[in-house]
């Protein structure tokens, strides 16, 4: 999944550890990754927690997308910063999965929390043949 993720790669992110239903994802702020305040954007600290969550509840064969989250900024971060993202699964329940992430800078201090929502399809990743190498998930009837 993470070799065609073309938004984390352009965003510098680097996953530590990837286990099933566990991941880290670090990654440094840039001055382009700046919003108007001079800190980092709220939604360059999101695509950094989903990153990690998407990789630790993508866990078998089957496509598992984010049904929701919800985040919560605690400590602004800048230029030069290093954060980064844990991602703890704490249900997997027939399809759906909840998953804790929380987000630390460089000292430890948390940057922001958050908690997702997946569901599993019955789809496989794009290029798997058991789905003739098709990924629509905007068409997948599995996802409800």
């Known amino acids: 999944m993470m070799r065609r993720d073309a938004a984390s790669a352009m965003l510098g992110m680097v ?15 840039r001055p382009d990754m700046l ?10 600290v999101f695509a950094l927690a989903d990153t990690a969550f ?19 900024f605690l400590h602004p971060t800048t230029a030069g910063q290093t954060l980064t993202a844990h991602a703890v699964r704490r249900a997997r ?5 909840l998953y804790d992430v929380r987000v630390v800078d ?6 922001a929390e958050m908690r997702g ?9 794009a290029g798997d043949p058991a789905d003739g190498g ?7 009837r599995s996802v409800k």
């Not at 919003?35 to 360059?44: E, L, M, S």
């Open 54 to 72: 998407a990789i630790a509840c993508n866990e078998d064969e089957r496509v598992t997308v984010a049904g929701g989250a919800d985040i919560t």
């Open 106 to 111: 460089e000292t430890g201090t948390t940057v």
């Open 15 to 29: 996953v530590e550890r990837s286990a099933p239903g566990d991941a880290v994802v670090s990654m440094s702020v």
């Open 134 to 140: 098709d990924l629509d998930l905007l068409n997948d």
């Open 35 to 44: 919003n108007g305040h001079a800190i980092t954007h709220g939604g360059i």
């Open 93 to 97: 329940t027939g399809r759906t999965g």
């Open 117 to 125: 929502r997946s569901v599993t399809t019955r789809r496989h990743p």
